[in-house]
């Protein structure tokens, strides 16, 4: 059997005194991954622990969650910024859902524009608030970040291993040599100069 590492949200900021927090969901399925009981192993300042959930509750369309194992902000403020994975069956899900991906899939897939010009290779996925954005490494190894809506990526195939964009214009252009910016200084100058 072979798994897939999802991550299922990332923790936010404490709410309230009682060890509840704030979740930034990174799956569409919240309901089915975050049920009473789920385990979830996580690092907390350099050891591992394991944090259960106890429950979950929505509010102003926004998650929250408690664990089993945190009772006080002190101990929900600790864990800010982790990530929640969970272990799944690759071949269950690709059953259950043909056509779905997850951003591990995407890195070092071949990004190409629609009209078949080759952009670069998916470096990984940049989870932000808004919206995630595609990473991919151009050819001349720049770091472009393209939203990964369906507007600028609209389809994705894992079986040819390749990922199709339609960037606005000129994202994936380069700067020309004048347009660079300064060269980065090498090395100090001599004391007593200006």
Partial sequence: MSTLDVIVATIGRAHGLRGEVALTL??????????????????????????????TRMQQDRWYVRFEEVDDRTGAASLRGIDLVLSLDAEQEAEEDPDAWYPAQLKGLSVRHVDGRELGTVAGVDHYPAQDLLVVRTPDRRRVQLPLVEELVPEVDLEQGVVIADPPGGLFDALPEDEQGPEPETSAPPRGTR
Avoid: H, I, M
């Avoid at 919240?30 to 959930?53: I, K, N, S, Y």
């Fill in 26 to 55: 990174r799956t569409d399925q919240p309901e089915e991954r975050l049920q009473p009981g789920t385990a979830f192993e996580v690092e907390v300042a350099g050891q591992v622990r394991a944090l259960t959930v106890q429950s």
